[in-house]
């Protein structure tokens, strides 16, 4: 199966189902596909999805916060307070624990903190601060520093995110063109559990979601991965039978 488009995806849901624009909904449908993207990305997090966003910290203000639409955070790199060409540092992810005894903070009655011995200088470390509640900039959560900038230092935080939704005004993306027997195979998931069964076909999906998912699997996190020149050709051995 080649790429598929929204459109195209929205008919093999109703003929695989046998059900029609009644009952399957768009709306419906849409909701089916975005559960599906969302299971495919937290079961393979693909190098499609990564991102890189520059900002400049605060001196004297121990947070940053998460680019919009953040999954995940795969590393946070700083640079001097001028520029960013230079080689930057990578920060070491702690606990928060480990961050607020390192920079003397004392946590007060009901979550209240007070500054003790507080830790300025070029960071060293940072966690997950929380604060997620949306997509946004601003409600995406915050990235805990330590020790707390004493300039405006330069970084870059490394992260996943997920890509834009599949819809009738994003008829392709790089699930649908990719991976699209998993795509489908995930929607019909959705879609039987919505009809409550026949559980058998309920039963197949899901083992043809997972088959297809090891084998994309295999190329995201394999040959993706990996290059001639510094990993090699692989390489299968063949067994021959002596002459």
Known sequence: MSGISYNTLVTQIRNYTEVDANVFTQTI???????????????LPMDSDRFVEQ???????????????????RGVEVFNATNSTEQGTWLERRDQTFLSEFVGRLTGPEG????????TGKPKYYSMF???????????????????????YIFRIYYNKMPDTLES??????????????????CLVEAYGFLKGPTDMLTLYEQKYKTELQKFAAMQLGR????????GTI?????????
Do not use: C, K
């Open 112 to 119: 209240s903190t007070t500054s003790g011995a507080d830790v």
């Open 130 to 152: 929380g604060g997620a509640t949306g997509l946004s900039d601003t409600t995406s959560g915050s990235i805990y520093l330590a020790p707390t900038p004493d300039v405006n």
């Open 224 to 231: 993706r991965r990996r290059d001639d020149y510094t990993d």
């Open 29 to 43: 449908i849409d909701e089916f596909i975005g559960a599906a993207e969302h299971r495919i990305n937290l079961d």
């Open 169 to 186: 005004g994003n008829q392709t993306n790089y699930i649908s063109l990719n991976f699209p027997q998993g795509l489908l195979y995930a």
């Open 55 to 73: 900002g400049t910290m605060a001196a004297d203000v121990n947070n940053i916060r998460v680019p919009a639409g953040a999954l995940f955070i």
């Open 235 to 243: 390489r299968i051995p063949i067994e021959s039978s002596p002459q």
